[in-house]
């Protein structure tokens, strides 16, 4: 048996016992199948773990643009490594190149790396700004990360609507309110 299919047969065997354990029947019609799903569901929410960052950095010259780049409203999903319960969200980002640029598509492909990881709000905002500070080298960059917790929003204070934002300035962005207001200024429009 390979990992992938041993990991998944761990996940099955883990859910059955779960079912059984809050007084369900894993044979119910409705839920025979049921473990499976799970098993491939949390394979598909948790891939990130099997992702490198690195592979995401395809730069190209930036032919001497050294200003602004905005990449706004990237959605994404996670789960909280708390309640393993999902949180979900827009990812904005900005950075100044140094030379270099990066493919668009990259950025969205960069946070699905992250987030597809048991995660909190605080890390994942960090680890998409380090990422792209040590691959692609800018002037300067910030992450902003706007969600919503379901450990929030369905248990404990259940209170729906209630967004978290963080946000990280390195480099320029953090040394020159500028290039700060021109980022808060671009997230905000539409």
């Known amino acids: 048996m390979n990992q992938k299919t041993a990991k998944e047969q761990t996940t099955r065997d883990l859910i059955v016992n779960f079912l059984k354990l809050h007084g369900e029947d894993p044979q119910r019609e409705g839920l025979i199948e049921t473990p499976s799903r799970v098993a491939r569901m949390y394979e598909e929410l948790l891939c990130g773990y099997s992702q490198d960052p690195k592979s995401h950095f395809k730069t190209f010259p930036s032919n001497g643009y050294n200003e602004l780049i905005v990449i706004k409203d990237i959605d994404f999903y996670s789960l909280c490594e708390h309640h393993m319960i999902p949180f979900f969200g827009k990812v904005h980002i900005g950075y100044i190149p140094n030379g270099r640029i990066l493919g668009l598509s990259k950025f ?44 929030v929003s369905m248990r404990g204070i259940k209170k729906k609507g209630f967004i978290t934002k963080t946000i990280i300035p390195s480099g320029l962005l953090k040394e020159n309110n500028r290039f700060l207001e021109q980022f808060n200024r671009d997230v905000r429009s539409d």
């Open 108 to 151: 969205a492909r960069l946070v699905d790396v992250f987030s597809r990881r048991l995660q909190t709000q605080e890390n994942l905002t960090k680890q998409i700004l380090d990422a792209i500070n040590d691959n692609l080298k800018p002037k300067g960059s910030v992450i902003q990360i706007e969600a919503e917790h379901l450990c």
